[in-house]
């Protein structure tokens, strides 16, 4: 298994991406690609006590970078040299497996999008991360790439996410949620209502394991396996559950530094907030999948570290490994509004 890491995205780069793609190769047996400019990822190489490249690790040249102050739109079409190009160029025509970057997602969604190209008959690709609940953690589809969808659009999502909790999470039927601001079928916007009866045929089908409405507050309590939302909403959603978690963070911290017997008090459930501190942290989970393109492709935190990025490469041979894609590619037919009724298949 050949994993394409994109050396020279993320705020970090290239430290963070070499060197975690570096260990993840030790750490989980898979080969490396490392796209960029080779001083550049030789020199971190070099400063980190390491003189020639190791086993299974191999350095693709690309000369040019995509900034997070380029068009996303245009800038991998600009730069065609750049790292996220010739990474996503890579992945299509086979010479790895997977492609991680911790760059700009707007570049890289458009990138994977005319390169590697959505699976035949997917309407739009989603970013779907993995949050913390009380269950686990559930597939949160889509968080930003889509502000504005259309019913199919998160009919699709439906689906694709209810095979990613299957699959990569190990959820046997998972539960699928829409998220909205009420439990009854009549609340939300026009999208919300349109798509929820669409949803519930799908369930009662025995398509998804759809259970309805969700608020936020239950999703976040664990009530689904899968949080179907359009990407405003739902960026919106991620973005309150991180501020949240930072803002708890520091707050107990706070409150155990208080005297010398919350400081004792601290050292007796140490353990306990070590758990939470890694339930919180987006570098334990690395990347987020971007689901419906055609071979897999992992968005990591533009501010990743190297143990993120190592992370992000273990989710990415995850996704290998779960047959996700061809999952949804063979049942394609299912997921458009005019699918085919139960008692027809």
Same mark, same amino acid.
């Given at each position: 298994?050949? +994993?394409?890491?994109?050396?020279? !995205?993320?705020?970090?780069?290239?430290?963070?991406?070499?060197?975690?793609?570096?260990?993840?190769?030790?750490?989980?047996?898979?080969?490396?690609?490392?796209?960029?400019?080779?001083?550049? +990822?030789?020199?971190?190489?070099?400063?980190?006590?390491?003189?020639?490249?190791?086993?299974?690790?191999?350095?693709?040249?690309? =000369?040019?970078?995509?900034?997070?102050?380029? #068009?996303?739109?245009?800038?991998?079409?600009? /730069?065609?040299?750049?790292?996220?190009?010739?990474?996503?160029?890579?992945?299509?025509?086979?010479? !790895?497996?997977?492609?991680?970057?911790?760059?700009?997602?707007?570049?890289?969604?458009?990138?994977?999008?005319?390169?590697?190209?959505? +699976? &035949?008959?997917? $309407?739009?690709?989603?970013?779907?991360?993995?949050?913390?609940?009380?269950?686990?953690?559930?597939?949160?589809?889509?968080?930003?790439?889509?502000?504005?969808?259309?019913?199919?659009?998160?009919?699709?999502?439906?689906?694709?996410?209810?095979?990613?909790?299957?699959?990569?999470? !190990?959820?046997?039927?998972?539960?699928?949620?829409?998220?909205?601001?009420?439990?009854?079928? =009549? /609340?939300?916007?026009?999208?919300?209502?349109?798509?929820?009866?669409?949803?519930?045929?799908?369930?009662?089908?025995?398509?998804?394991?759809?259970?309805?409405?969700?608020?936020?507050?239950?999703?976040?309590?664990?009530?689904? #396996?899968?949080?179907?939302?359009?990407?405003? =909403?739902?960026?919106?959603?991620?973005?309150?559950?991180?501020?949240? !978690?930072?803002?708890?963070?520091?707050?107990?911290? &706070?409150?155990?530094?208080?005297?010398?017997?919350? &400081?004792?008090?601290?050292?007796?459930?140490?353990?306990?907030?070590?758990?939470?501190? &890694?339930?919180?942290?987006?570098?334990?989970?690395?990347?987020?999948?971007?689901?419906?393109?055609?071979?897999?492709?992992?968005?990591?935190?533009?501010?990743?570290?190297?143990?993120?990025?190592?992370?992000?490469? $273990?989710?990415? /041979?995850?996704?290998? =490994?779960?047959? +996700?894609?061809?999952?949804?590619?063979?049942?394609?037919?299912?997921? $458009?509004? #005019?699918?085919?009724?139960?008692?027809?298949?």
């Amino acid at each position: 298994m050949k +994993i394409i890491v994109d050396a020279m !995205g993320g705020d970090n780069a290239p430290q963070a991406p070499v060197m975690g793609a570096i260990q993840a190769g030790k750490e989980y047996g898979v080969e490396i690609i490392l796209v960029g400019r080779s001083e550049e +990822i030789l020199k971190v190489l070099s400063d980190n006590g390491i003189s020639d490249l190791p086993a299974g690790v191999e350095v693709a040249y690309a =000369s040019e970078v995509v900034e997070m102050c380029d #068009d996303p739109a245009t800038a991998f079409r600009k /730069k065609k040299d750049s790292s996220l190009t010739v990474g996503l160029t890579l992945l299509k025509e086979g010479a !790895g497996d997977a492609f991680v970057s911790a760059g700009s997602t707007g570049a890289l969604l458009s990138g994977a999008t005319l390169v590697t190209k959505r +699976i &035949k008959g997917i $309407r739009r690709a989603a970013l779907a991360p993995v949050v913390p609940t009380g269950n686990g953690g559930a597939v949160l589809i889509d968080c930003g790439a889509n502000a504005e969808c259309p019913p199919e659009y998160l009919l699709q999502f439906a689906y694709m996410g209810s095979y990613y909790a299957e699959k990569v999470l !190990g959820r046997p039927n998972p539960k699928v949620g829409l998220l909205n601001i009420g439990a009854e079928p =009549s /609340k939300g916007t026009a999208l919300q209502t349109t798509v929820h009866p669409m949803l519930e045929a799908a369930g009662e089908a025995g398509r998804i394991n759809f259970v309805g409405n969700v608020e936020a507050r239950e999703a976040v309590e664990g009530a689904v #396996d899968v949080i179907v939302s359009d990407g405003y =909403s739902g960026n919106i959603f991620l973005k309150t559950m991180e501020g949240t !978690g930072l803002f708890l963070a520091r707050e107990i911290k &706070k409150m155990f530094k208080k005297n010398l017997k919350t &400081k004792l008090s601290a050292l007796l459930v140490a353990d306990g907030l070590k758990e939470f501190k &890694k339930l919180m942290d987006s570098s334990e989970v690395g990347g987020t999948a971007l689901l419906g393109i055609s071979k897999p492709v992992i968005k990591a935190h533009g501010s990743s570290d190297a143990y993120a990025i190592q992370n992000a490469v $273990r989710q990415a /041979k995850q996704y290998i =490994s779960s047959g +996700i894609i061809g999952n949804i590619e063979e049942n394609i037919d299912l997921m $458009r509004l #005019d699918a085919p009724a139960a008692s027809a298949e």
